[in-house]
């Protein structure tokens, strides 16, 4: 690929050789160090390529073997400027481009982000512009070790960032750490007990602090109290003395019953496109866009659609040009009517997502009863799941006061 290319920009021409022994002029050709290649059988001759400078050198050796070299070729950078020496705009357009690119080449024009979940990257990409980086900034005054820096200070929970410049692209990866916590929540020291939320019939308890007041397999009520974040301090004769409190901490967890119920119509409005639709498209040059066409709405019932593209030169070589349309597409709202199995489907659908959503919190689900029941008017799905849960609530741990009568003997006088 370079020595193609070193060809080109130095010139070379294709001939054709042909006469009394070409096969002779090919070996003094290789006696005398003129490179040749592209070698190629033509009738009685020969075609291949040579550098201008082997070409110069020819003559003598095409007359000692009484051959005849023809150009059948002229190709390189030289000869393109001798065709083209008279288009001055060309070469003119050619080296303005080269000084926009190398112009551009000098500023940031896209910012991308990778790894983030949590944090969008419109909040991101807010938080950077309120640090003095966003687009179309010199790449100069990029600072990526601050932009680091800026970034964990801000995030807690992202425990790792990089930042990097490639092309005229800024990079910023991100690691957001799973396992975050409130720091309001783990210093609260404050006394709590925690109480059931639901009705249930305990499973596993594991407490961390506190005074547990239930055991497996216990049955509990909403509001009961499961662990007491008050411990009595008794003196030598088993009596109260005094308290001590403690924020409660513990998992415990029961089996509970939770009902289910949805409904939804046996009609529905179905969307209906009737083909008509208006495009406005435009171009984008940093914050300038030129428009044509409208996307007015004049129909009822649209839908606005969007499509955008920033040009860009290679992987990351992006440069402030955007292109795209607007378009919006007319339609009638039109009464349709479920069928049974859409129905079950949709009902069913409806409850998969529902217990997918309990299971990603935490939920075990142990089993359901839960029914389609369709009617003349309606549709539902209702029933009861049995689940497996984390029952704890916190609530606020009641002072106590102990109140001490305290007897003082008198003793005293003399014997008379």
């Not at 990866?173 to 939320?197: C, G, I, M, R, Y």
């Not at 209906?272 to 498209?281: A, E, P, T």
């Not at 479920?338 to 075990?364: D, N, P």
């Not at 142990?366 to 029914?371: A, F, L, Q, S, T």
Request: with cysteine.
């Amino acid at each position: 690929m370079i020595r193609s290319l070193l060809r080109w920009l130095r010139g070379y021409v294709r001939i054709r050789v042909e006469g009394y022994s070409p096969e002779r002029f090919l070996n003094l050709c290789c006696f005398h160090h003129i490179v040749l290649w592209g070698l190629v059988p033509a009738g009685n001759a020969y075609e291949m390529c040579m550098t201008l400078s082997g070409f110069r050198k020819i003559r003598p050796l095409a007359r000692k073997t009484r051959t005849r070299a023809v150009i059948v070729e002229r190709c390189g950078f030289p000869f393109f400027l001798e065709r083209y020496r008279n288009r001055k705009l060309l070469f003119a357009g050619i080296l303005l481009c080269i000084i926009l690119l190398k112009t551009y080449s000098l500023f940031i024009w896209d910012i991308h982000f990778e790894g983030n979940e949590k944090w969008t990257d419109e909040t991101l990409t807010e938080f950077l512009a309120e640090n003095g980086v966003a687009p179309f900034m010199r790449k100069s005054r990029v600072d990526c070790s601050g932009i680091v820096k800026a970034i964990r200070k801000e995030y807690n929970d992202i425990v790792w960032v990089s930042a990097s410049i490639d092309g005229s692209r800024l990079k910023v990866q991100v690691k957001e750490n799973e396992d975050t916590f409130t720091e309001e929540t783990a210093e609260d020291d404050s006394p709590a007990d925690l109480v059931a939320e639901s009705d249930g019939v305990i499973t596993k308890i594991i407490t961390r602090s506190g005074v547990p007041q239930v055991h497996v397999g216990d049955e509990v009520k909403a509001g009961d109290l499961l662990v007491s974040g008050r411990i009595e301090v008794l003196d030598d004769s088993g009596e109260t003395v005094g308290y001590q409190y403690q924020h409660s901490d513990a998992d415990i967890y029961a089996d509970t019953e939770m009902a289910y119920s949805d409904t939804m119509p046996l009609t529905y409005q179905a969307k209906i496109y009737d083909g008509k639709r208006r495009y406005r498209f435009y171009v984008k040059i940093s914050d300038w866009k030129i428009s044509a066409g409208t996307v007015k709405n004049p129909y009822e019932h649209s839908d606005l659609t969007t499509w955008e593209r920033q040009l860009k030169l290679g992987e990351n070589f992006y440069l402030p040009f955007s292109f795209g349309y607007e378009s919006a597409g007319s339609y009638s709202f039109v009464k349709k009517s479920y069928t049974e199995e859409e129905l079950r489907q949709e009902l069913s659908g409806r409850f998969g997502r529902y217990c997918a959503g309990l299971e990603e919190k935490g939920i075990q689900i142990r089993g359901n009863d839960v029914k389609i029941h369709i009617d003349a008017d309606s549709a539902d799905a209702s029933g009861t799941l049995y689940l497996n849960q984390r029952i704890t609530r916190e609530t606020d741990t009641e002072i106590l006061t102990i109140e001490r009568n305290e007897e003082q003997d008198e003793s005293g006088g003399t014997d008379d």
